[in-house]
Nanobody, 116 residues
Framework: QVQLVESGGGLVQAGGSLRLSCVAS????????MGWYRQTPGKQRELVAT???????DYGDSVKGRFTISRNNAYNTWYLQMNSLVPEDTAVYYC??????????WGQGTQVTVSS
């Protein structure tokens, strides 16, 4: 069973930066994409960024140009560098892993709060 653990969330002022990390423990062979979603109360979970094992990336429109996703070569750690943060980025950020067989795993989430 793979577990995902996020870290790096916190409180930051508008214009600041944070870096989130997600570490996958267990057998990670078979993961073909990994990334981040975020959610605020009363809203649906929103795609932030995703990266495939071939390093193809995709970003949500609201974070393009400000956030960067990356991963290590072992596919067991991935990162979200968040720059030029705005209060609208405040959310719980969840990392996820998508498997070739169609399954997925999710972390428990880390809170990011951006103050104005």
């Amino acid at each position: 069973q793979v577990q995902l653990v996020e870290s790096g969330g916190g409180l930051v002022q508008a214009g600041g930066s944070l870096r989130l990390s997600c570490v996958a423990s267990g057998r990670t062979a078979g993961i073909w994409a990994m990334g981040w979603y975020r959610q605020t109360p009363g809203k649906q979970r929103e795609l932030v960024a995703t990266i495939r094992i071939d390093k193809i990336t995709d970003y949500g429109d609201s974070v393009k140009g400000r956030f960067t996703i990356s991963r290590n070569n072992a596919y067991n750690t991935w990162y979200l560098q968040m720059n030029s943060l705005v209060p609208e980025d405040t959310a719980v950020y969840y990392c996820y892993a998508k498997w070739r067989n169609g399954g997925d795993n999710w972390g428990q989430g880390t809170q990011v709060t951006v103050s104005s």
